[in-house]
């Protein structure tokens, strides 16, 4: 049998793996800055020792047992056995010798607690009051999804180096605050629930729909927004955003199967074949959504997106989608949420709704928004509804427009694909 290349299996593990790691060892140390070199610190250990010694028969185990040595020397070189981290450095021992304290057992702390989960303690670490709700979210899609910085960027629509700076400073705060590695209770759990949610949700969408590289979806990173939902919703039951987000998750994931074909291309919503999405997704998804809607109360951002999934989930054929109910929706999300981004897609609803010059109007009343200029979905939205209005010219540039800013690889060819389909430009040889 062939040996497994030691360097595609560390980058793999690594992928699935970095936020545990770091989660696990935040837990001993008190410090996901820390936390994060140390899991660092046995990233390069495994590249130094791998490809010589071969791939561990568990890497991941390899990896948080590495990481958690090289916390223990940490503690030991900077003379932090005294109270309370004298106590954590024991902690630290018993676990290695296989003798668990009475007073904490380290390595089922997760099940005993009300969350239960090292990287909901991360999330909540990194989402603490103590940071602005900008550098929450950052920080977390860096420890928690492992994003770059770039693609972190491109979900907030702003400059990489302000993303960069939040992080730098969110460990600065968070280490010079001594913040502790727990989980808030109480009204400070309630108090810190929305910028969770909006953690999330944007780790659920870097899965859905990468930023940049090769491939369409990343569903390692959809799979753990998930899990980290479903958790939150039976942590917080009478929490009708909270279901309203699993919800929404629940939906979008069901179509997974059927957004890229055979090759890996991209499959618009429109075009996708519905007998390959997930009817168990589905159910667990419109569950949620009426879980959400029977708590009463004005619906939030999530339950109100996940109700516009759930119009696309209920329509067995792309022609039975009820768009009238899906602008009433983005109408009323514009109220609660409002954004350039919700607009976008309010116009593309109303233009399948009542025509593509009805959705073209609210498109060009967009294009000077500054947030908007590197986005591609922009020129994207706008040359298919010039092209379903017969003006292909146009339609072809803003395609071209478009591919030129995606910075994702599949999304770029499809893009440029739309932009050949509609002929050559004008003054090209046939």
């Given at each position: 049998m062939p040996q497994a290349d030691p360097h595609a299996a560390i980058e793999a593990?690594?992928?699935?793996?970095?936020?545990?790691?770091?989660?696990?060892?935040?837990?001993?140390?008190?410090?996901?800055?820390?936390?994060?070199?140390?899991?660092?610190?046995?990233?390069?250990?495994?590249?130094?020792?791998?490809?010589?010694?071969?791939?561990?028969?568990?890497?991941?185990?390899?990896?948080?047992?590495?990481?958690?040595?090289?916390?223990?020397d940490r503690l030991r070189r900077d003379k932090l056995l005294a109270g309370k981290h004298e106590q954590l450095a024991h902690e630290l021992e018993a676990q290695e010798a296989g003798v668990v304290p009475d007073f904490v057992d380290a390595l089922d702390a997760a099940r005993a607690d009300q969350i239960g989960d090292d990287l909901l303690r991360l999330v909540f670490t990194a989402c603490h009051p103590v940071l602005s709700t900008d550098a929450r979210v950052a920080l977390t899609l860096k420890l928690l999804g492992g994003l770059t910085t770039l693609e972190i960027a491109r979900a907030f629509l702003v400059p990489e180096a302000t993303i960069a700076q939040r992080i730098v400073r969110a460990k600065r705060t968070l280490a010079a605050a001594r913040v502790p590695f727990e989980l808030p209770r109480g009204d400070a759990l309630a108090s810190r629930l929305a910028s969770v949610l909006e953690v999330i949700y944007l780790i659920f969408n870097e899965g859905y729909t990468a930023t940049a590289g090769e491939d369409w979806m990343r569903p390692a990173l959809c799979d753990e927004a998930l899990r980290l939902g479903r958790i939150l919703a039976q942590l917080s039951p009478a929490e009708p955003e909270v279901h309203g987000l699993v919800a929404l998750m629940e939906l979008q994931a069901s179509r997974a199967a059927a957004r890229v074909d055979a090759a890996g291309r991209p499959v618009l919503l429109l075009e996708q074949d519905r007998a390959r999405w997930d009817r168990l997704l589905i159910r667990r998804g419109l569950a949620a959504l009426q879980r959400a809607e029977s708590l009463g109360g004005a619906l939030g951002p999530y339950a109100l997106q996940a109700g516009i999934a759930a119009c696309h989930a209920r329509a067995r054929t792309a022609g039975d989608t009820d768009w009238v109910a899906i602008v009433a929706l983005y109408d009323a999300l514009a109220q609660v949420a409002a954004s350039p981004v919700?607009?976008?897609?309010?116009?593309?609803?109303?233009?399948?709704?009542?025509?593509?010059?009805?959705g073209l109007e609210i498109v060009d009343a967009m294009r000077s928004e500054p947030s908007l200029r590197q986005y591609h979905w922009l020129p994207s939205v706008r040359g298919d509804l010039l092209a379903r209005l017969g003006r292909n010219g146009e339609a072809r540039a803003e395609f071209e427009q478009a591919a030129a800013l995606a910075r994702n690889a599949r999304e770029r060819a499809l893009l440029q694909e739309r932009a050949r389909a509609l002929g050559p430009a004008a003054g090209a040889p046939e």
């Open positions: 593990v690594w992928r699935i793996e970095r936020a545990k790691i770091i989660a696990t060892v935040a837990r001993l140390v008190r410090d996901v800055g820390v936390a994060e070199e140390l899991a660092q610190d046995a990233l390069v250990a495994a590249l130094e020792h791998w490809p010589g010694e071969g791939v561990p028969a568990n890497p991941a185990a390899w990896l948080v047992a590495t990481a958690k040595n090289r916390a223990l919700v607009e976008l897609n309010r116009a593309v609803a109303v233009a399948m709704a009542f025509g593509p010059a009805a």
